[in-house]
């Protein structure tokens, strides 16, 4: 299912599947005025996706990062030509994707990997900036012009207490700093959609992670462990966490601080 909300200046695509609302997701995909489309929504909506390419003029794409919420339907995208703008790491990983875990499969259906021949989008005037963290290959959309910022994961919320296994907490809270110094006017979240002040919010999640990272590391020097941090700091595993089998939880937070403290 897509839901098309019009925007000041862009159109937001919002993809969702039936799982996906049922659990209260979706995930975006952003089309300027000039025909500029940030992400390429979700596999399972793959024809709603293909019928609005068919609609509209397309002058290039620009894809944040690898999952398939947002790099759903690269294969769809190159295969008609349409140039694309993505770092070569998200270009590598979408050529070879990683088979993904049950729920990821049933919320948003497994991506085609991308095999056809990419044709090189050169954005300006906006911009792919590294905003790593979320993912290593994780970038953000920016246009200087309109100060408008296409955040792909890096914001999601101010609290966000669960992690990615392959997460860093650290580099996230630089890359939430370095763009909230874009000073931008507005922002679109890939699940959030319009942020209001979101310069503001970028430091407020910063600022909360940092906190959070210190508390947990307090704990751990003091010898609790992961499962104690997980109900006194956390409170319990998240839904998520459960659903995910551990891959995206509350405990891989507290694994990364835990990796980082062991290994500094
Ligand atoms: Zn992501």
């Given at each position: 299912m897509v839901d098309?909300?019009?925007h000041h200046g862009l159109t937001q695509w919002r993809f969702s599947s039936l799982t996906s609302r049922l659990a209260g997701y979706s995930a975006s995909a952003f089309l300027t005025a000039d025909g500029i489309l940030v992400d390429t929504g979700i596999p399972v909506a793959q024809a709603e996706f293909e019928r609005l390419l068919d609609g509209s003029r397309i002058a290039?794409?620009?894809v944040t990062h690898h999952h398939e919420d947002h790099a759903g339907n690269v294969e769809q995208v190159a295969r008609r030509g349409i140039p694309m703008c993505l770092a070569p790491e998200t270009q590598r990983l979408v050529r070879t994707v990683e088979p993904i875990r049950a729920y990821r499969r049933v919320t948003w259906t497994s991506m085609t990997p991308l095999s056809s021949a990419l044709v090189p989008f050169d954005p300006a005037p906006l911009e792919l900036i590294a905003a790593p963290g979320h993912s290593a290959d994780h970038h953000?959309?920016?246009d200087p012009h309109t100060r408008t910022l296409f955040s792909g994961d890096l914001f999601l919320g101010v609290q966000v207490r669960i992690a990615h296994h392959d997460e860093d907490p650290w580099t996230l809270i630089e890359s939430l700093e370095a763009?909230?110094?874009l000073e931008p006017t507005r922002m679109f979240c890939a699940h959030r959609g319009l942020v209001l002040e979101p310069a503001a919010a970028l430091?407020?999640?910063a600022a909360w992670t940092r906190a959070l990272i210190a508390t947990i590391s307090a704990h751990i020097t003091r010898g609790a462990t992961d499962a104690q941090i997980l109900r006194t700091v956390m409170g319990g595993e998240s839904l998520t966490g459960w659903a995910s089998g551990g891959e995206y939880s509350r405990r891989n937070?507290?694994?990364a601080v835990r990796f980082r403290i062991a290994t500094s």
């Open positions: 098309i909300i019009p290039g794409v620009m953000v959309a920016w763009v909230a110094a430091r407020a999640k937070f507290i694994r």
